[in-house]
């Protein structure tokens, strides 16, 4: 899943950056509302954490422009603003949740996963591809019974391989769908995920190609026997 903060405090937007990504989620950065208006007309995201005091678009306006949009995204706004005036403010701009700095992590967390299912995100169901099981909501990746110990983006690149089976992902689809707009990845870098991913997968039985190269196109799981 993909979230944007939009947050000018730089070590707090670092902070959230961190405990979001170390949960397998991919994170953006926006510093002011209009590099964010310009990164949500870009990419699809599943939710908007939006501080209201922001340079040249503040969050206020910001939401009210996603909403005029007709646009769905979950939006979180984390303010200082502590008065149940500006509450009410923020909530009719169209925010789905308001919580007030400084606040609890782990209750943030618990906010934005209420909002992911809110929104329509639904829990996800077990991804098995013959022996090969992965669990998004432990996070647990097993072949028959041995646990395999993946990276996160070697978590995220398997997840996104067998959500999508059969079907060929192309290097600079894979860069698009699990690297942040300001990450500048090579599709070299693809290609040492899926061999450390293969690598991994052998080590516990998995066959040397259930990772398939599809060549000139891109990687899909191999066709079960």
């Not at 395999?148 to 992902?169: D, F, I, P």
Request: with cysteine; aromatic share 6%; proline share 4%.
């Amino acid at each position: 899943m993909r979230i944007l903060i939009v947050e000018d405090d730089i070590q707090l937007a670092e902070m959230l950056t961190e405990a979001l990504t170390n949960r397998q989620y991919t994170v953006d950065v926006a510093q002011d509302g209009e590099s964010a208006w310009h990164w949500i007309e870009l990419s699809d995201y599943d939710l908007v954490l939006l501080d209201v005091t922001l340079p040249k678009i503040d969050g206020i306006r910001l939401c009210q422009q996603l909403r005029d949009r007709n646009t769905a995204i979950p939006v979180l706004m984390l303010t200082a603003r502590d008065t149940i005036a500006d509450k009410i403010i923020g909530l009719d701009a169209g925010a789905d949740a308001y919580m007030v700095k400084p606040f609890d992590l782990e209750e943030l967390m618990a906010q934005i996963r209420a909002l992911l299912r809110r929104g329509g995100t639904r829990i996800r169901p077990k991804l098995c591809w013959g022996s090969l099981c992965l669990d998004p909501t432990t996070y647990e990746v097993m072949y028959g019974e041995q646990l395999l110990t993946l990276t996160r983006k070697e978590y995220s690149l398997l997840e996104l391989l067998l959500a999508n089976g059969r079907r060929v992902l192309s290097r600079p689809g894979i860069i698009d769908r699990l690297w942040s707009i300001d990450e500048s990845p090579t599709e070299e870098a693809v290609k040492t995920h899926i061999r450390t991913l293969r690598q991994k997968l052998r080590n516990v039985g998995a066959p040397d190609d259930l990772i398939e190269t599809v060549h000139g196109l891109g990687y899909r799981m191999k066709q079960l026997d």
